[in-house]
């Protein structure tokens, strides 16, 4: 279907007149030279025999990579591509990206290309060596082929710039002209990787594969998915979780154009008609009957209360060091005590949920933009009755990930309507389904108590948080021990030196499901343990920056960022009254990040951030581009969900279900953000997608507490009353 | 029928009076690049340009556009070559990119009303909604789109 060959001719070289830093006009900057960034499936049909499982050549020396992550937005597929093209030492202008083929991957028993998966910020850290590997075990074939061309000792043969090249007697040959005969070399051994001081493409800002077909309309979605014959599905689901249709009187969309069904689910109705919006407005005319499920009555007050009460209930240790119980019950001990709690939040990617699919007897086709096209593999297999490798999926760009789009009820929606209209389905969730059966970032309450020593720095700390299940509600596994990593992330894992730290765990699921939101328990149990902190630098009556310096004086990552946000934060600078700045950092998914921010707080109570200092370790950067866009990024979607961010039930339902209601931080609301890099090298490669998200919410919280000497232990901030007293 | 204007081309279209302008578009003219994103033209992810003007389509019937003068990403510039989408690309605007085009039709509009617009300016004009996050960069480009088309000028 998707053969490179239909593909290559939108290749364009971007050639115009940008404007130099100092602002006078340069002509023919040459900016996104590549040939076509658009990310496609590989199905095994190319034109052009493969290399190897990784990478094309054509003959005109189009070098085409095939990715084994998913593209949503966090530049992963740029970054992916520079890896291999690095070791490749290929011409970079010549490279393409598309997706490899998780039909593939099935059929190679999913050894080939791995999970696939996309999640936890684990593109490059997970790929690296994949990666690397990928382009040096190419670039040594195509060596080796040249060689043999020339009947020369390999030894005397180099690679650069997309040539191997025989310098004693001046003669090169193209990548194009070598693959074919490089794809016949078979090693013994693979040869080794670079060193990082051998790089000179990985570790420079370098433009996003993906921006041309992004900024002119061009760049294909799931939701843009065009089959012949194929028809249009809108579908409404129970506003109880839990809750299933009863009953739905088709008369009012009888005989009304363009409508061709209303298909029945368990839980939901869905309308098939043959434009989306007669779908759509066909399924606004009907009133289904719902009936109720179990938890018909729950509303977040009962919640809210369930969550605190469970912190007096019995907790699963998920982490003990020292005897807390002992130093918290010494008479006189200086304990600071605080109980903090967050509600469930919504993904709300701005593409909603949507897929196309097509049924055969043998064989189904499913266009989405997922997050883990083998998941999507095998849940068609499943819903259809076709076997796995018999499952295409045409990932295509993802409209905003999140987190949500890893698990796909829209899916099992589209892949019902199909069965029932025997046609092509597109499946759309319009907005208001999307929010409301989100699967959110759970509820979750704390309760911290910590002693504080003569010196002022806590001796023990002793930590219990109620949290839903992530595993459970997905169904992956039960959690037998009571203890999952989610939930206790940061809150068992930071570096702070405590030492008598006891964390206990109790994982409660409501009926509302739950899953993976950007940055999943570090996003809670950052805002959590780092306003906590702040309280116990304000109760020592220590600087809130020196006083998790001191208590983090082994780790020199932390402290570089920390340093780093203080020093261009202007730490310690005088602000105007109703002003203040707060500190955060965490170390979450392989990469250590910090922020300064700087808040004012009106006589009104309303809250401007108006500036955010961020660093981060993430000890190697792959393109420092993408990296500053997914600082930028994640200080957006974690003040969105700092200054709004709540999902409240009502009669078992999510209240909140457009953006009407559940806000989403503007333009004007957003603060200037300034990203720098503190990177220490070594062995490890930090994550970069998620980890951002999680300190602002702290810093904001801090730096408001330093404007006017009020503890937010609450979110979202909508919701507290900061006016002057 | 109903005659739309679109991209300098004129089509007859049997479609329905309240027909929102967005779904015609996408379904029947097959210009995708403009985005269903909220419904309730909160988002803006369907920004086109009516006669110039940035207008949200998820709610827009149809029937209240015809004969004028609708552009979408698709029709912005011959060679995607239109200031707006030449400074976007500088500065790498996009991130998931499915807001972007609904941005560029709006930044271009508003271009027009503020060619030199100051922070407060595009705090007031550039509404639409990016999940992303991509804000900074988005101010970025609209100030080198400024420079880049007083330039020309």
């Keep these: 279907m998707n053969a ?31 040939a076509s960034a658009r990310i496609h499936l590989s199905d095994g049909q190319d034109v052009h025999p493969e290399l190897t499982a990784w990478l094309v050549i054509d003959p005109d020396d189009t070098i085409t990579i095939r990715i084994p992550h998913q593209e949503m937005g966090q530049g992963t597929s740029t970054a992916l591509a520079m890896l291999v093209a690095e070791e490749l030492n290929c011409d970079w202008s010549k490279v393409r990206i598309e997706y490899a083929s998780a039909n593939r991957n099935q059929r190679e028993g999913g050894k080939l290309y791995r999970s696939m998966m996309t999640a936890g910020s684990s593109g490059v850290r997970t790929s690296v060596q994949m990666m690397q590997q990928a382009g040096a075990s190419a670039r040594e074939r195509l060596r080796l082929a040249a060689a043999q061309q020339w009947k020369v000792d390999p030894t005397q043969c180099s690679v650069d710039k997309g040539r191997c090249l025989h310098l004693i007697s001046n003669r090169s040959l193209r990548f194009g002209e070598l693959a074919p005969a490089a794809a016949l070399i078979k090693m013994d051994v693979e040869p080794d990787i670079k060193t990082t001081d051998q790089y000179t493409l990985v570790g420079k800002w370098t433009p996003r594969l993906d921006t041309l077909p992004k900024v002119d309309g061009s760049a294909q979605f799931g939701i843009d998915t065009q089959v012949p014959g194929m028809v249009y599905a809108a ?56 009936a109720p499920g179990a938890n018909a009555t729950v509303d977040s007050a009962r919640l809210d209360k369930a969550y605190r009460d469970a912190l007096d209930g019995p907790m699963v240790t998920a ?48 266009w989405i933009g997922t997050q883990s096209p083998m998941d999507v593999l095998k849940l068609a297999a499943k819903e259809s009755g076709v076997a796995p490798e018999n499952v295409y999926v045409h990932n295509q760009f993802l409209g905003g990930g999140f987190g949500r789009r890893g698990k796909h009820d829209e899916l099992v929606h589209a892949i019902a309507v199909a069965k029932v209209v025997n046609k092509p389905v597109k499946l759309i969730w319009h907005r208001e389904q999307d929010m409301r059966r989100d699967r959110f970032r759970p509820q979750a309450a704390i309760r ?25 509600s997905l169904g992956l596994n039960d959690v037998p021990s009571g203890i999952e990593p989610m939930a206790v992330e940061v809150l068992a894992t930071h570096a702070y030196k405590v030492p008598n730290n006891q964390v206990g765990v109790m994982l409660k699921n409501a009926h509302i ?62 602000l105007p009254p109703g002003r203040g700045r707060g500190i955060a950092i965490v170390e979450t998914y392989g990469t250590v990040t910090g922020q300064v921010a700087e808040v004012t707080v009106g006589a009104d109570g309303k809250v401007t951030v108006d500036r955010v200092v961020a660093a981060v370790d993430c000890y190697h950067a792959v393109n420092p581009n993408t990296i500053a866009q997914q600082i930028e990024g994640g200080v957006v979607y974690g003040l969105t969900a700092a200054l709004y961010g709540e999902i409240q039930i009502k009669d078992g339902a999510p209240v909140q279900a457009n953006f009407n209601t559940y806000k989403l931080l503007k333009m004007s609301e957003t603060p200037k953000i300034e990203v720098h890099m503190s990177l220490s090298g070594g062995k490890k490669w930090g994550g970069i997608g998620e980890p951002s998200v999680a300190p602002i919410a702290p810093a904001v919280c801090n730096a408001i507490f330093a404007a006017t000497g009020k503890r937010v232990r609450r979110l979202p901030l909508k919701n507290i009353d900061l006016r002057k007293a | 029928m109903i005659t739309l204007l ?14 929102p302008l967005l779904w015609v578009l996408r379904d029947e003219l097959g210009l995708t690049g403009t985005k269903f994103g909220c419904g309730i033209a909160q988002c803006g992810a369907c920004t086109v340009q009516v006669d110039g003007v940035a207008k949200r389509t998820c709610m827009l019937p149809v029937s209240s556009v015809v004969g004028q003068q609708i552009t979408t990403i698709e029709g912005l510039s011959p060679n995607s070559r239109h200031p707006v989408q030449l400074a976007w690309a500088v500065e790498d605007v996009p991130q998931c990119g499915y807001c972007q085009s609904g941005q560029i039709m709006a930044a271009a509009a508003f271009l027009k009303t503020h060619p030199q617009p100051t922070d407060q300016d595009i705090d007031k004009g550039m509404t639409n909604l990016c999940r992303c996050g991509t804000y900074p960069r988005i101010r970025k480009a609209i100030h080198r789109a400024a420079a880049l088309t007083s330039q020309k000028a």
């Design chain 2, 6 to 19: 679109v991209n300098g081309q004129r089509h007859e279209l049997d479609v329905e009076p309240e027909a």
């Design chain 1, 448 to 472: 911290f108590k910590a002693v504080l020593g003569a010196d002022g720095k806590p001796t023990a700390m002793d930590t219990r948080v109620a949290v839903g299940s992530l595993l459970r």
């Design chain 1, 235 to 290: 579908v409404v689901s129970c506003p109880e979780f839990g809750g299933k249709l009863k009953a739905v009187d088709e008369a009012p969309v009888k005989g009304l154009r363009g409508v061709i069904a209303v298909v029945k689910l368990d839980d939901a109705v869905a309308v098939v008609a043959d434009r989306y919006w007669r779908a759509k407005a066909a399924l606004d005319l009907l009133q289904p009957e719902w």
């Design chain 1, 4 to 34: 490179p060959a239909n593909l290559a001719p939108s290749r364009r070289t971007l050639l115009f007149a940008g404007l130099s830093a100092a602002g006078g006009l340069t002509i023919g900057l040459p900016i996104a030279a590549q």
């Design chain 1, 513 to 574: 499901p739950v899953m993976f939101w950007r940055s999943v328990g570090a996003s809670q149990n950052t805002f959590f343990l780092e306003s906590f902190i702040d309280e116990l630098a304000h109760a020592a009556g220590q600087d809130p920056y020196q006083f998790r310096r001191s208590l983090l004086l082994d780790r020199p990552d932390y402290l570089g960022v920390l340093d780093t946000i203080a020093k261009h934060g202007n730490w310690g600078d005088p």
């Design chain 1, 319 to 366: 982490k003990s060091q020292g005897d807390a119980a002992t130093a918290l019950a010494q008479p006189g001990a200086k304990v600071v005590e605080a109980l903090y709690e967050v509600p469930y939040l919504a993904h709300a990617p701005m593409e909603p949920l949507n897929c196309t699919v097509t049924l055969a007897p043998e064989r189904v086709d499913v």
